[in-house]
């Protein structure tokens, strides 16, 4: 099993520090979910964690060598990057067949056939220009060239963004084939936390430029819990837990709370539901006192 | 030579290719009309093969110049989100150019020799390191723009406006700064050459810690 470690990454952008000291590991092998809300420096992150970008202090490696203009691990990462209509001179103007020749040339193990089948499948024409695509042609191109790269370690952002359901049924299923034939190594960022939850075996969440958790999804949603009750009630259950979202309704009260450890013997008089991803990612947002940007 | 090495060499040396066969179709055109328009003139056909050589020049000049802006922040951008080092662009940047150079030179050349006019070759051979000098300067831009904006751009125009003005007025009333006589095309030529390696230096530096756009 390989390791991408990044230890002690600070990224500043000017006066901001957008990655406050973040260390991650990341075990091939694995798909990993990168949850965090706008602006949690997750691109930042991703183009760091890929050498995209240079990090202001902190290590970045892959198997202990740097991943730093190292072709031995660029060789092994693919990072799609999320295309944009527009560039700093007008309309991108770059056509689908360009970035697919551009990833032929420099994406090692590039599968041309698998390439054909998905700009197929995604009904994409390759001749069109990205300014000319919508939102979800753009996310299939980003998909297409991350899944053909056929790169160790593949990584996502957003993509599905503007894909319809059954466009975003297709990325789903594909990845699972993909992860089932080659234990490639996924890291998916995305919003739609509730659709993909099930594809992640690991989450790590990202919160004001500091992971908060790094965890194997199913342990992580096993310590976390929305009890509800008299409110009297609620407080003496939850007492030494951390609590996230308190809402009360009258007598009634409704927090969510993670455990160090699943536990199901809370006191008395108050109702212990499981809580979704999607669920506890809100409730651990919405406690830091930051509603919707 | 790495792989990765090789295959952004070949990359960038098919885009240096590809931006030829672009800019000689806009000269195949271009020259398609002058010589519809002038048929039947006396000396039509070098009249129009003469404006053509001029245009060709100016053409090799601004566009890789135009491309080179473009390249930071646009194309080299793109390559590097796909995983190619920084210096395998370095010198793949360096590689499209001069492929895209020297096939102009040989095109125009080869023009200058069909028409009998050799002695034009001296001229392709200035314009090719004014575009070298240009290409350089256009990397150098297009980080400016990628680091500062739109502005760097509009700013560089205006200022290359005011000079090629100032220069065309100053032919005008034949107020030459200094003279050079018939080395003149040399001395241009190897002072485009030098500001070329020197740029290339502060492009190595620029792109040394660049970023995805």
Redesign the interface.
Known sequence: MSVLSGKNIVKKYGKETVLKNVNIEIETGKIYGLIGRNGAGKTTLL?VLTA???ATKGEITLDGNPVW???KS??R???S?ELSPV???GPNN?KVKD?LN??K????NWDGEYAKELVKLFNIDIKKKISKLSKGMMSAVTII?ALASKAEITILDEPVAGLDVVAREQFYKLIIEEYSETGRTFIISTHIIEEAASLFERVIIIDNGEIKFQENTEEFLARAYRISGDADAVDKATEGLKVYHPESLGRNKVVTVLADKPDENFAEGVQVEAVSLQNLFYAMCTNEGREAM | MSDLSKRAAKYYLVQGVRLFIAVLLGMTFVGTVWILTHFGETNYVESVFYRIFSLGTVFMIMMNFMYSVYSPGWYDSMVLSMGARRKDIFWGVLIKQITFIVCYAIFLSLMSILTSRPERIKSIMMSSAVSLFMGAAGIIVGHAVKKYGRIVYHIFLIIVLGVGSGSLVMLEHREHVFTLGNATKYVIAMAGLLLFVIMEFVIYRLNKKSMVA
């Open positions: 183009s995209q970008n240079p203009e190292n072709e660029l060789s990462i693919c990072y990057r560039t700093m001179f770059f970035y551009a990833a040339a420099f994406y090692v060239i």
